[in-house]
């Protein structure tokens, strides 16, 4: 029996940055809670985002938030992994120096990008619809206390070919994880914030097993949570290596490939 389903969003639920989830899986979200399933929303995005999006079942699902770094059920903190701030201010003077490239900075707290970045800062207040401040002095001016989840790479749309050169500098260090999450995305997070990690601890603590677990993604930073669940599915405009891993294919999200699976699934 499925005890637990975990869902990227933009990508997989609706398009990237995307403000509004069909109603209809809500009604699916409340109709899996009340057979003792619980849904999990596991993104890229910040976890206000994330309860924006899901406002109206918020107190009802997980929230496993940047990339796995953060793991909220209702108000509580459950898993919190930050990146050491002289490794990410390294890694945001990198990214500020690529050609047409720029950062956001996800905390524990808030949300930054420097003062200019006026295009990135109103598709993340307006689509996203996350909490970011503009910072004059960057990355200097990150307030010391706030705890920094994750320095994502934005370029409109190759950021991952602007990304080659941290790849070669990055890659296998061993505090970070790096991932692409979409054509504008490349994500930086500690080694230990992973969804899949972050799946798995949540399994491990609940007693649950990949036999009982369904998942759906569709692109790079989705393989390690799509590999803890026997059932997992690619969606439809998902990157070929995903549909590779993933056991099942579902249509697009465009098509609401989720919702479909959602509500075929048949509860005792």
Known sequence: MIKLICSDVDGTLVTDGGRDLDPEYFAQIRRLRDHGILFAAVSGRACSSLKRLFAPVADDILFISDNGACTTFRNDLLICHSLRRELACEIIRDIEAIPGCTSYISALGNGYVKKGADDLYQWLTEGYRL????????PEDIPAQDKILSVELYHPDAAEEKAAGLYEKWQGHRELQIACSGKQWVNFTSIHADKGIAVSEYQIRHGIQPSETMAFG?????????????MSYAVG????????????????????????????????
């Open 131 to 138: 909490d970011v401040t503009r910072l004059k002095n960057f």
């Open 218 to 230: 569709d692109n790079l930073n989705d393989a390690g949570m799509l590999l803890r669940a026997d």
């Open 237 to 268: 405009n998902a990157r070929k290596e995903v549909k590779s891993l993933s056991r099942f294919v579902a249509d697009t999200y465009q098509n609401n490939g989720v919702l479909q699976v959602l509500k075929s699934l048949r509860l005792p």
